[in-house]
Every structure is written in C-alpha cells, then in structure tokens.
C-alpha cells in the first residue's frame, strides 16, 4: 500500500535525520512523523471512499447491481492508499454476483482474492463449490472459514448441510459436535445436531436471510427470490466498502 509505504519511508528517513543530528533519542521522537503521515494520507482518501458507499448503498437499494459492481470497480484506485480496501471491494463485488445475481462462477475469483473475508464470503464460496461439485475443495474452504470465524454459527451450519446432503451423515454429526464445542448455547446448532442424530429432516430457516443468500435452498414463497439488500453482506461494516 502507497500509505504505508510512504509512511514508514518518512519515519525511517526522520529517524536517520534526528539520530545523525542529536542522537538515539531524538531519531525515535523523529521516527513518530510516520504515523502521523500515515493518519493523514488516510485522512485524504476517506471522503472519497464514504462517497463510494453511499453511491453504492443507492445502488444496491434500487436493485442495480452492475452499476453497484461498476462503482466497486472504479474504488480500487483508493485501495492503493487506504490497506485492506481491495480485499474489502473484492468480497462486496463476489457478494453482489453471488447473492443478487446467482453467478457463482463469476463471485468465485473475487472472493478468493479477499484475503480478509467475512462469514458472508467465506459461507458463499463455499456453497458456490458445493454448487458446483467442487465438494473437496468446498471441504477445505469451510474448514478454513470455521477456523477462522469458529463463533460463527452459519458457518458451522451450513458446512455441516452440505455434508448432510451428500449422504455423509457421520461427517454432518462431527461438524456439528465441533460447532456446538465453541457455541454450546447457540440453538440453531443444537435442534440441527438433534435432528440428524433421529435422522429427520433438517430446517435451516433459523438461519435467516445469511442462510438463504447461500442459495442451497430457496427462499420461502412470501419472501422476494434474490436476497435483499439488506443482506449483512450488502451492509457497511466498519471501514469496510459496503
């Protein structure tokens, strides 16, 4: 990232200045002009980025998706300078194709490329695998996804659906043990657990909305076919591009 790089080529060159000039101490005081450089650079490209997602957040709301996909785009020039945003504009653009347009195909490069993905990306590429029968390569996305968001109860869930799918019940019953293991109070993990241990039919609608976005199953009859965007993957979170 431009940021960062200039900001650490500024502190080192004022650390070099203040140790040539005064010694050890002042070099280290010097050295302090980095992160200052650094919160203003971020500082510069903030307007612009809130911009972005309030254009988007239009978008999204009026159902137009290509354009919101389009505005994603034209963002990644600000990711050059505020780190994280590219992986952010990644994972919004793979939930866009993905949940609003049904192209996992076309969602699947760009939810790789997010390095830090939400339970939303991570849930999406790993059902668009399954979708595909790609289901080793969906094995490892989800035992990815639960290592690194274990307090994720969708996750858990919906790794453990596809498995049950497939006939792999004894698979389905160890996921969901070690789902339960890091959420021993979450409902929607126990009634699953129950009713794959009396071979009954699993209901995932606890889930919501996250569940339906995955498309492994379809939406209620009362309820619109695409997900809304006020899908969690379509909010803003944090500093995120949403």
Same mark, same amino acid.
């Given at each position: 990232m431009l940021s960062v790089a200039i900001a650490i080529t500024a502190a080192v060159a004022a650390f070099v200045a203040g140790l040539l000039e005064f010694g050890w101490g002042s070099g280290l005081l010097w050295a302090l002009v980095g992160p200052i450089v650094f919160v203003l650079?971020?500082?510069?490209?903030?307007?612009?980025?809130?911009?972005?997602?309030?254009e988007i957040e239009k978008h999204l709301t009026a159902r137009r998706f290509e354009r919101a996909i389009e505005r994603l785009e034209g963002m990644r020039g600000l990711a050059r300078w505020q780190p994280l945003l590219g992986s952010q504009i990644d994972e919004q653009i793979g939930a866009i194709r993905y949940a609003a347009l049904d192209d996992p195909a076309g969602a699947r490069p760009h939810l790789e490329r997010a390095r830090w993905k939400g339970v939303e990306g991570w849930g999406m590429l790993g059902a668009g695998l399954y979708r595909r029968g790609q289901f080793d390569e969906m094995q490892k996305v989800f035992e990815r996804a639960t290592k690194r968001h274990p307090k994720e109860a969708l996750l858990w869930g919906a790794y453990a659906w596809c498995r049950l799918s497939k006939g792999a019940r004894a698979e389905a019953l160890d996921i969901l043990a070690r789902g339960r293991k890091r959420l021993p109070s979450d409902e929607r993990?126990?009634?699953?657990? $129950?009713?794959?241990?009396?071979?009954?039919? +699993?209901?995932?609608? %606890?889930?919501?909305?996250?569940?339906?976005? $995955?498309?492994?199953?379809?939406?209620?009859? +009362?309820?619109?076919? %695409?997900?809304?965007?006020?899908?969690?993957a379509f909010r803003r979170r944090g500093g995120r591009a949403r």
């Open positions: 650079l971020m500082r510069r490209t903030r307007k612009p980025v809130e911009a972005g997602r309030v993990l126990r009634r699953m657990q $129950l009713a794959v241990q009396n071979g009954k039919r +699993v209901h995932m609608k %606890a889930f919501g909305n996250d569940w339906y976005a $995955l498309r492994l199953e379809r939406m209620p009859e +009362v309820a619109p076919n %695409a997900p809304s965007p006020s899908h969690p």
